[in-house]
């Protein structure tokens, strides 16, 4: 028998039942029937050399030229292989919970006092309170701007590894994590540090965004517009610790006008482009994010169709000028989480995702993780919601969740799929099929986290 001599490499993954490697995408987010190709290999495997990919294939050909002098072979025999998921829009750095207001959005404290239960909770009347009335009120937000603010530096670095390990364990290995709970200079700044720190301290490859643009604070709460002017004034200096500026464009947060001057300003000192848009309102926020040609848009619960073929537009357009630097692609993230949690669910609200897909909108999926629309960081637990409540299909989900997502970063070039010579993220589930992934919800089918080249989760 010929003796196997191969390539030297660090790692080999062989005989995956199904290998997604959302491979061959063009220089640009996945649209349309794109989205449900997940470049399937069946009887796939790859190599890793150092942190990238050097080999992605049948797992036939990746064993004969890598398994023999591999350090390290994982059988994944009747598992998926798949690229780690990018999570483009959390708010993962926040002291303190929210328990109270979760109780009086059910309407649990009304309830009680109505003496509504069972069926009755349904009703409008006995919905409890809105979440923006919570804000207007002084909580929500604000609530958690007072505990974070109250919170040293390294109390926020425990509480948000810990909330990283979670997301880890789950399957996320990139994501983005925006400021926002600071609300002025000196604890924005802190929180940009937190994610600084964690992002060369955690597995979990951290994008940050500058979100001093989240609500009015109560300092300004006379004086937004000294607010805005503020947040512009902090600009230069945090700049340094953040690749994105976002803003929170809503009825009691921040105006059309006010988005634009922030974000006009950040984009001019050479940030790049966030939008909070759309999530009760439609303020025009998809055509602004546009114009200014920002990375992404999100939310979109309610955006008019005008803009969402303005969307699919940019997407073709920039397909076709292939690499030449015009403005590019504008994503749209969508969290379905956040309606579901805020009880706005396909019914009322929700994204038009199937709308925005047919059109050839490019379109991702995110968790929001925040202490008050989306408590949970679980990426496969929003991937079946989007099926659910938003009617894509499982395929369209996968591109969203990881390809797709990272173009939602600008980070496509490095992470997001399989693929020679991109960093070598990786996520074995312990189910036969990628159906399965979507279907069986409530429970993780990660088994191993490989990040960067090694093994972050699992049999290290
Ligand atoms: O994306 N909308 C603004 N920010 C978060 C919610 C933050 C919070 O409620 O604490 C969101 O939904
Ligand atoms: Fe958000």
């Known amino acids: 028998m010929k003796k196997k001599t191969g390539k030297q490499c660090d790692l080999v993954v062989v005989n995956a039942s199904e290998l997604l490697t959302l491979a061959d995408a063009p220089h640009m987010p996945r649209t349309g029937g794109e989205m449900r190709d997940l470049g399937l290999i069946r009887n796939g495997g790859l190599a890793i050399e150092g942190c990238e990919f050097v080999a992605v294939g049948p797992s036939r050909e990746i064993e004969s030229k890598y398994a023999g002098k591999a350090k390290r072979v994982i059988d994944a025999s009747g598992k998926v292989v798949m690229p780690g998921f ?10 303190g919970w929210r328990d109270r207001e979760w109780v009086m959005r059910l309407g649990g404290i009304c309830n009680a ?39 040293s530096q390294e109390e926020l670095m425990t509480i948000t590894k810990k909330h990283l390990d979670t997301m880890l364990l789950h399957g996320t290995t990139t994501a983005e994590v925006k400021s926002g709970y600071g609300l002025d200079l000196e604890n924005e700044i802190k929180i940009l540090k937190v994610i600084e720190a964690l992002g060369e301290g955690h597995p979990i490859r951290l ?21 805005v ?24 947060a921040f105006n059309l006008a006010q988005a634009e001057r922030i974000l006009v300003r950040a984009k001019g000192l050479g940030l790049a482009l966030k939008l909070h848009a759309g999530e009760f309102k439609d303020l025009g926020g998809a055509g602004l994010a546009l114009r200014l040609g920002a990375t992404s848009v999100d939310h979109l619960d309610y955006v008019s169709e005008e803009d969402m073929v303005k969307m699919a537009r940019r997407a073709k357009r920039v397909q076709r000028l292939k690499g030449s630097k015009v403005q590019g692609v504008t994503v749209a993230v969508l969290l379905p989480g956040v309606p579901f949690f805020l009880r706005r669910g396909s019914a009322s609200g929700g994204a038009s995702a199937r709308v925005m897909i047919d059109l050839g909108v490019p379109v991702a999926i995110g968790t929001d993780f925040n202490p008050g629309t989306c408590p949970t960081p679980n990426m496969q637990l929003i991937m079946t919601l989007a099926c659910l409540e938003l009617g894509m299909t499982p395929e369209e989900v996968i591109s969203a969740a990881t390809i797709n997502a990272a173009h939602a970063l600008g980070y ?39 990040k960067t080249g090694k093994v972050v989760v699992g049999d290290l």
């Open 86 to 95: 990018v999570d483009p829009h959390t708010h993962a750095v926040f002291a």
């Open 113 to 151: 006092e109505l003496g509504i239960r069972n069926a009755e909770h349904r009703t409008p009347q006995s919905r409890g309170m809105d979440y923006l009335d919570v804000l207007k009120a002084g909580g929500g937000i604000l609530e958690t701007v007072s505990a974070t603010r109250a919170a």
């Open 207 to 227: 994008i940050p965004t500058f979100l001093g643009a989240h609500a009015v604070p109560a300092e300004y709460k006379d004086d937004p517009e000294g607010y």
């Open 412 to 450: 496509a070039h490095r992470v997001g799929s399989l693929e020679v010579g991109k960093r070598a993220d990786v996520l074995i589930l312990d189910v036969p099929t990628y159906t399965r992934l979507t279907y069986q919800f409530g429970v993780s089918h990660v088994e191993t986290v490989i």
């Open 229 to 252: 002017e503020a947040v512009m004034g902090w600009l230069p200096e945090v700049k340094t610790l953040a690749r994105f500026c976002d803003v929170f464009l809503e009825e009691g």
